[in-house]
């Protein structure tokens, strides 16, 4: 039973970032106010609050990414 929940919330965390994805897509085509991209808005975040409401943190939406080590020369 618990392998069935881990599964329905990986799903969620997936289906979340892709939304998350095409709605970013669709602004960067279409601009804010088109129809699709307000579509695409409003289910990546039902998805996101369905997947909070799962018990996910933001990270698991959004992982953190390392500061750059500042000992590590940068070219020019």
């Known amino acids: 039973m618990r392998r069935q929940t881990v599964a329905a919330?990986?799903?969620l965390i997936h289906a979340?970032?892709?939304v998350q994805h095409l709605a970013v897509r669709a602004i960067t085509l279409h601009g804010l106010a088109h129809p699709v991209t307000r579509l695409?808005?409003?289910?990546a975040s039902t998805v996101?609050?369905?997947a909070w409401?799962?018990?996910h943190r933001v990270e698991?939406?959004?992982p953190t990414r390392q500061p750059p080590d500042p000992d590590v020369e940068r070219g020019p």
Not at 40 to 43: P, Q, V
């Open 53 to 55: 409401e799962a018990g």
């Open 60 to 62: 698991a939406l959004h």
């Open 9 to 11: 919330e990986l799903h």
């Open 16 to 18: 979340a970032r892709t």
């Open 48 to 50: 996101a609050s369905q």
């Open 40 to 43: 695409l808005l409003e289910a």
